[in-house]
């Protein structure tokens, strides 16, 4: 039976094991998907299992998505333009790293806001996720990205990669600032926690932006929350993350799994709100 995992650490709550062995049984493929915690230093140990085909393919989430690439032989366009791996697996006799995520956000926006131009995005948080985000709004023709985080200097490295489409904001000035722009996005972990609160000024922005949480566990984060009594559409990570999911299992398997009604009720069970 092949075997997939997902890496990470913390990683009790993914539920990445969930859908693909959902995928698994619906498309009658043996095989089965674990979650498992692991330290940095046993990276090279689960490339190694990967080389010996003990495993079959890895997701890679928080905090590896980085450190797990000077292990891999060779990178995808996607993973290389974002310096980004979440989906590992061996082909043609070399460990290849590459990126889903760019994917998962790309397609969520398709879904969830097919009739909108996104044009100018406030990216809050400039995380491991973040090269992604960027990515994938530079993918639907987005011109500007402005982007606030705690810690100045992460700025620098999305600036490096993407240039004139990224400008800094001053994590001071989130919460007075007035941002004229179709999409907002909190990719920062704040939210995660229930009493976690971004200092962000809600009647600074004009009705029609759109505010998208990449968080989708707790469902509605105090950030969607408020955005959403304001009367803006709201967007959490659920999309995202089981498009990122989706194209993960096409990698490893060469069929595009459907998510389905049944997926999406199972994923809401699961979800401790
Ligand atoms: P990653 O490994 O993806 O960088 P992370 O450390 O959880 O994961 O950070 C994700 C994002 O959440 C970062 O933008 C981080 O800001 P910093 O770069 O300043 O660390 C942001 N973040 C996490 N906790 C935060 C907090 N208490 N206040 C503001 N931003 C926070």
Redesign the pocket.
Known sequence: MKKFIVIGNPIQHSLSPLVHNYWFEQNMIKAEYDKVLVEEKELGDVIQNIRQEKIAGANVT??FKQKIIPLLDELSEVALKTNSVNTVYKKNNKVIGDNTDVFGFYNSLLELMPNKTIRSVLLI?????SPSIVQALKNVSVNKVMIV???KE?FEVLKNKFGPLVQQILWEDLGHKKFDVDLIVN????GLEKKDDLNFNFSSVNKNTVFYDVIYNPEQTSFLKQAEAQGHQVINGLKMFLYQAQKAFEIWNDILPTIDKQLLQLMKKNLND
């Open positions: 928080v905090p948080g400039a995380g491991g996720v985080n705690r810690t992460k990719s920062t972990s704040l």
